[in-house]
């Protein structure tokens, strides 16, 4: 016996449970896939309890319902995985792995963007100000432009 299997806590569970979770005949991958050897399954079947670690047990339910809870613990109790998309409370559709990760890619870059965004707000308040003033010098120009050519005309007149 390993000190591994001394320290870890051991799944207490009959055979009708490693059946209903399993299945009376599961495939040698099936069984990999839960952490149990042939020797341990055949045991089961025996109706013997060998010594399995809790985790196995808790892996074996994973496999069965998806219920991240199975193995995470209580925090995770509305969390499923069903054909490889995560589901959980607060969304339409469950996430695929690739839709999970552009997620996290994009709570990355919000604060990027956000701080981009009040960069371009003030720089467009700053042009704001500067085509304002010189949309207000312009209209001074374009007064005194008239005022001179009314001087000018006037001007032309008295002389001829």
Do not use: Y
Not at 36 to 53: D, F, V
Not at 103 to 108: C, F, G, P, V
């Amino acid at each position: 016996m390993s000190p591994c299997d001394e320290v870890a806590p051991h799944a207490i569970a009959d055979r009708e449970e490693w059946i209903e979770l399993l299945g009376a005949n599961p495939s040698i991958e099936k069984l990999k896939a839960c952490g149990l050897s042939g020797w341990a399954w055949r045991q089961i079947l025996a109706g013997e309890r060998p010594r399995i670690p809790l985790a196995c047990f808790r892996l074996a339910e994973f496999q069965r319902r998806g219920h991240l809870a199975d193995l995470l613990g209580k925090d995770w109790r509305d969390f499923e995985i069903h054909e490889q998309r995560l589901l959980f409370p607060g969304l339409r559709q469950p996430l695929s792995p690739l839709e999970l990760r552009a997620t996290w890619i994009q709570l990355q870059a919000l604060p990027v963007l956000r701080a981009e965004k009040a960069l371009l707000a003030r720089d467009m308040e700053r042009l704001e100000s500067r085509l304002e003033l010189a949309e207000r010098r312009a209209a001074q120009f374009r007064s005194m432009l008239v005022l001179e050519a009314r001087t000018g005309m006037m001007l032309c007149r008295i002389t001829e």
